[in-house]
């Protein structure tokens, strides 16, 4: 948008952009799926399958976008989803990716393998994302720093017991540069993400998936969601729930909040569409927890779909990275008024002046009529 050339006009504009600047190895590490990355393109073309049904004549000349999660007032329904090592992106990396959700007053979800340290983001609306690790003191840490530094949840993540199989990382042998650092572990000496060896054609030869399988704990049960709780005095919830019975067992465990998540296609490929199964999840959650998005979301009429069929929120993943690698901390907050812009306005043509006015009837799903 700054400079002489052609403005952005949508958030493809902003990965079109990063096509062209970053280096290859963050590039196909920020963009992969996991394995041919048919859930991948799901995600964002099932949204093109749901369909809105605009009620007219309804005044629409103010429309609010501000809602709450958790019980945290923020400006939008949109919020940021946590991605690791966002250095590599912009120098600034999650500093400016905070500061740029403060300005915007939206919540901001931290990743445990972010390259900024906890204690080092602002204040403004926070929850920190977290792994289970096979240290289990050094998750109770990351879990007690997250607490004393202001952060409001914890999310959970809980479809990585291992790393998924991302060809382009193999292929590049990914690494973290030398200069950056899993920074939360500094104090560990597990803060160096290295150079896996790579043995057979069979082996995984991304850094990444080496380190992954080195810290965290593929034992991951439904104990360590009851151990967090445990252990944690903020809401916690979890990232990564995909079916109506997990949503069931999930709440049974006590926890907050659920994020529908399948980690961007970046894990077990072919699973559907998160937009596909969200309304599956609200059914089975039936109100006693907030729900939540994340995966594809593009367009303002995609935050629209995911509101209509249940979601209280949703999360951006990579449209930050690319909107980081396009301009640091106002290049976000450019992106984040884009699509709440875009997002006010296909609220205003569907004849919706606040986020509880956006309800089921609103869209028109592929085989679930619902009226
Ligand atoms: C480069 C990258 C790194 C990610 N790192 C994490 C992470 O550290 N922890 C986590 O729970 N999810 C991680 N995710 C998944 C995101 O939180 C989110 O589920 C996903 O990106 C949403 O899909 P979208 O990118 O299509 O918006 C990562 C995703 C990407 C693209
Ligand atoms: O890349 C990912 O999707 C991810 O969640 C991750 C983050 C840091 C280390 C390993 C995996």
């Known amino acids: 948008m700054t400079g002489q050339g052609t403005p952005f006009v949508s958030l493809d504009d902003f990965e079109q952009h990063a096509m062209r600047n970053l280096d290859r190895n963050a590039l196909d590490y920020y963009r992969s799926g996991a394995q041919d990355m048919i859930t991948l393109k799901e995600n964002q073309r099932a949204f093109d399958r749901v369909f809105i049904r605009p009620r007219v004549l309804r005044d629409v000349s103010t ?3 501000s809602t709450s999660i958790l019980g945290e007032q923020i400006a939008s329904p949109i919020c940021i989803a946590p991605t690791a090592m966002q250095r590599m992106a912009h120098p600034d990396g999650e500093l400016a990716t905070a ?17 900024t340290r906890i204690e080092d983001i602002g204040d403004g609306v926070k929850w920190l994302q977290l792994y289970v690790y096979k240290d289990r003191e050094a998750t109770r840490r990351l879990i007690e720093r997250a607490q004393d530094s202001g952060y409001t949840a914890i999310a959970l993540t809980v479809d990585t017991p291992y790393l998924g199989r991302r060809l382009a990382d193999i292929r590049n042998r990914f690494r973290l ?20 060896e790579a043995t057979s054609a069979a082996d995984n030869a991304s850094g990444l998936a080496a380190y992954v399988a ?29 079916t109506a019975e997990d949503a069931v067992l999930a709440v049974n465990a006590g926890v907050d909040g659920i994020i529908v998540s399948n980690h961007g296609g970046r894990q077990l490929d072919t699973v559907p569409a998160t937009i596909d199964v969200l309304e599956e999840v609200c059914r089975a959650v039936d109100g006693r927890v ?3 998005l994340d995966g594809g979301v593009r367009r303002g009429t995609d935050v629209f779909k995911a509101l209509a069929l249940g979601a209280r929120a949703v999360f951006l993943g990579r449209p930050v990275l690319w909107a980081l690698n396009y301009n640091g901390e106002d290049g976000v ?29 609103h869209v028109k799903v592929p085989g679930q009529p619902r009226l």
């Open 63 to 65: 429309v609010a976008l």
């Open 333 to 361: 907050v450019e992106m984040l008024n884009m699509i709440n812009e875009e997002l006010r306005l296909a609220m205003a043509l569907a004849g919706c002046v606040s986020v509880a006015d956006i309800t089921r009837n």
């Open 290 to 292: 907030e729900v939540f």
């Open 99 to 115: 500061r740029a959700a403060k300005r915007k007053s939206t919540c901001m979800v931290l990743s445990s393998w972010s390259t």
């Open 214 to 242: 080195s810290q965290i704990d593929p034992t991951l049960n439904w104990s360590h969601v009851e151990w967090v709780k445990s252990v944690a005095r903020i809401p916690v919830l979890v990232k990564g729930i995909l």
């Open 177 to 196: 540069p030398p200069h950056l650092t899993m920074a939360n572990f500094a104090d560990t000496g597990k803060a160096q993400v290295g150079k896996a």
